[in-house]
């Protein structure tokens, strides 16, 4: 077990086994010491979306959260996967965080926090990244939240 899935251990984070499948889209792009991983979605560890719909109507900001850190918990899974081990991830450069919400929706970046939280509590000063927060008016498949980001990796 590295030392990033024991800190997840510790937090209680159960880190899915994922495998990519983008189709036709490649689902990350490793260029020297960057990756630039293709959007998540919050998907549970057993493979669900339970979250679905718009925030501000079926969906609290609370459940928003909930819906951006299950994108980053299978984005890990998916990591492990793709680098073999997670301890090569160096920090989280940037994110880009899409909100399924109502027209008069106020609080993305409330929601995408979820997100941010989870990888500033597993690598702490590594895990702050710039970020943007955008409210969409839908998702595929109804989703509630969609993040996309860039690592930077050894």
Partial sequence: MSELEGRLSAMG???????????????VNHVGDLLYVGGHGPTDPDGVVRLKGKLGRELTVDQGYQAARNCAVVALGNLKSYLGDLDRILRVVKVLGFVNAVEDFQQHGKVIDGFSDLWIALLGEAGRHARSSIGVSSLAGDIAVEIEFILQVR
């Fill in 13 to 27: 984070v159960v880190v899915p086994d994922r495998t990519w499948n983008k189709g036709k889209n490649v689902a």
